[in-house]
């Protein structure tokens, strides 16, 4: 093999492989963002004032997640 189709090559096996963490990223942010949602929730219906608190806060930062992953695409 050539030293211009060994790099080639390389080249394919570089792109393939952005694709596959690009990918695999698009789900770790969906993912986190929805976790995120859910155990907002879950704290904000606890009777305390510090889980109702950080519950909101987790809410609201799955939330902005999900927005900044949405409207980035």
Avoid: K
Wanted: overall charge negative; cysteine-free.
């Amino acid at each position: 093999m050539s030293r211009t189709e060994a790099d080639a090559d390389a080249q394919t096996r570089s792109a393939q492989d952005s694709d596959i963490d690009e990918t695999g990223t698009e789900y770790v942010e969906e993912g986190a963002a929805a976790l995120l949602l859910v155990v907002g929730i879950v704290l904000f219906f606890f009777p305390e004032p510090f889980t109702s608190l950080l519950g909101i806060g987790l809410i609201l930062l799955g939330a902005a997640v999900w927005l900044v992953d949405y409207f980035t695409g």
